[in-house]
């Protein structure tokens, strides 16, 4: 019997709600309904509803795939899970539950204000659980506490057996579990490849007792945010090289797993010139020490060049933070953004020939491209303290975050952003075929942002597969999940595990 109350069709003032939550406007799925599941049976019957009736289904939770794996045309239903958001203690497996339609911003609250507790989540506040937990999870608190992939205990997922039959199933951390690789698979293996999630349980590693309040790590007690800007008319090529330098440098000694300052995150912020911003912003969890932690780092940053015009500091509760970090950043105009991002993992700095690629992309003047962004995160600290085989989270050497993005309005821009971003990406790593290729110097990338550019061989001539730049040597073994798993292949997307 179909569900009719949760079947939302395209005459249904819901319909396009949901279909256009996508944060990514460059894609846009035509499914035939969006059904709202609000509990596992749901989800069960959702399932083998879209089975019955041959309609390809895909699953949503917060929408916020940087690729087309949900807004894709050849998607006939849209299972979204966004309304199953409940977060509660399990007694019994004491641990976190965290339902998978709950955001991350949803996630912060109710542990801050329930067991003052966090998980080193994403720094987005929409994005979904459901997608972004399996995809390893990296964000503010990640030099410190880890992953929050690191800090999954148990996984809930709806699969589908060999004769179309879907039931949930619970697989955990526990090595004697006969499920454990489904849930390994669930540690940074990707969303929307095995089944759908409806639950994650959370716990520390090395947690005790049976007080929640003990289960995570204690949220930060307070943060300090900080901006400093540079006039980029002041900025010319040798200046710019030293910056990089710099804060390459810095990077190197400061993103050890036992770094004292890993509780310091930082981003250099490069806009393309045309658009004049050039800065470091980032958040410091070093309580009374954060002050002199940021100007320390700003210090090596501008060491022998001039020093930022301004900097604001605003010290703040993790709370306030968290659920509006950084409000010019991630600010997208009425209707949204289309947008390209393309990630790379670094375990060593930037040559300075890479140095300079950077500096043409981002000043010349025949691409017109607004929207063009480089973007160079701290990373490592306690993610550097887990084995690279110890969750699907393979790139566990890295010290930098580095992203080349660019957005647009318009459709009649992409073109020439897509030129843009990608010949950039291209000529940063034209050492190594295009693509940051695992090794002594290179990590990766992450499929929490995902770029199916990588499974392009006009884009990556390194010869290196895909799936290799996100889950190396892990790839076997997510194979054969997905070969017990999902038999019939039913989860699928253009970057997905083939068994
Ligand atoms: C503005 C922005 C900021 C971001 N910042 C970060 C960040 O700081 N750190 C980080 O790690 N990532 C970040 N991401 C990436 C984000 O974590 C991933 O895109 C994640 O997959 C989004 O999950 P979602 O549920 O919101 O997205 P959706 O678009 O709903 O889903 C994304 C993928 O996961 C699958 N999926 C969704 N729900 C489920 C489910 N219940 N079960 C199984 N598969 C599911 C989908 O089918 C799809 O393949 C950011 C993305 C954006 C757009």
Redo the contacts with the bound molecule.
């Keep these: 019997m179909l569900n009719e109350s949760t079947r939302i069709g395209p005459d249904d003032p819901r319909y396009l709600a949901a279909v256009d939550k996508?944060?990514?406007k460059r894609y846009r799925g035509i499914p035939d309904y969006v059904r709202l599941v609000c509990s596992v049976d749901d989800v069960v019957s959702a399932v083998e509803d879209a089975l019955k009736e041959g309609r390809r289904f895909?699953?949503?939770?917060?929408?916020?795939?940087?690729?087309g794996?949900?807004?894709d045309p050849d998607a006939q239903v849209i299972i979204?899970?966004?309304l199953m958001k409940r977060i509660f203690y399990d007694a019994e497996r004491r641990a976190v539950a965290v339902e998978?339609?709950a955001?991350?911003g949803e996630t912060f609250r109710s542990l801050l204000e329930t067991w003052g507790s966090v998980i080193p989540?994403?720094?987005?506040p929409?994005?979904?659980?459901?997608?972004?937990v399996?995809?390893?999870?990296?964000?503010?608190l990640c030099r410190q506490h880890g992953?929050?992939a690191d800090y999954l205990h148990a996984v809930e997922?709806v699969t589908v057996d060999e004769s179309g039959r879907a039931s949930p199933v619970v697989a955990t951390r526990e090595t004697s579990d006969p499920n454990h690789d489904l849930w390994w698979a669930h540690t940074g293996g990707?969303?929307?490849?095995?089944?759908?999630?409806?639950r994650y349980w959370f716990r520390s590693r090395d947690a005790s007792g049976s007080d929640p309040a003990r289960m995570l790590p204690r949220a930060p007690e307070s943060i300090t945010t900080f901006k400093a800007e540079w006039n980029w008319g002041d900025v010319d090529r040798p200046s710019f090289l030293r910056r990089l330098q710099n804060h390459g440098i810095w990077c190197e000694r400061n993103s050890g797993a036992d770094s004292p300052n890993a509780s310091l995150w930082a981003l250099f912020e490069i806009h393309r010139k045309q658009f004049g911003k050039f800065l470091i912003r980032g958040v410091s969890t070093a309580g009374a020490g954060a002050g002199r932690q940021i100007e320390d780092h700003l210090a090596a940053v501008g060491e022998g060049v001039r020093g930022p015009n301004d900097r604001e500091l605003t010290r703040m509760s993790w709370l306030e933070f968290a659920l509006n970090p950084f409000p010019d950043l991630?600010a997208v105009p009425p209707g949204g953004v289309s947008?390209k991002?393309k990630d790379a993992l670094l375990r060593k700095r930037f040559i300075d020939r890479q140095i300079g690629v950077a500096y043409h992309y981002l000043t010349r003047t025949d691409h017109d491209v607004m929207g063009g962004l480089f973007g160079l995160a701290t990373y490592g600290g306690r993610v550097n303290a887990v084995a690279s085989d110890a969750t699907a989270a393979a790139q566990r050497g890295s010290i930098l975050d580095i992203a080349c993005t660019t957005g647009w309005v318009d459709p009649r821009d992409e073109a020439k952003n897509l030129a843009w971003v990608r010949s950039f990406y291209r000529d940063l790593f034209a050492e190594t075929g295009g693509v940051p290729v695992p090794g002594d110097v290179y990590d990766g990338a992450?499929i929490?942002?995902?770029d199916t550019d990588l499974a392009d061989p006009a884009w990556n001539t390194s010869g290196v597969p895909w799936h290799t730049l996100y889950y190396q040597e892990g790839y076997r073994r997510l194979q054969r999940v997905k070969a017990r798993w999902d038999p019939r292949n039913l989860?699928r997307?253009a970057l997905?595990i083939r068994s």
């Design positions: 996508q944060f990514n895909v699953v949503t939770s917060g929408g916020h795939c940087l690729e794996f949900v807004s979204d899970v966004s998978a339609g955001t991350v989540l994403g720094e987005y929409q994005i979904g659980m459901g997608g972004h399996a995809g390893e999870a990296f964000g503010f992953l929050a997922v990707g969303g929307g490849n095995y089944g759908i999630v409806t991630f947008s991002v992450f929490n942002h995902p989860f997307h997905s």
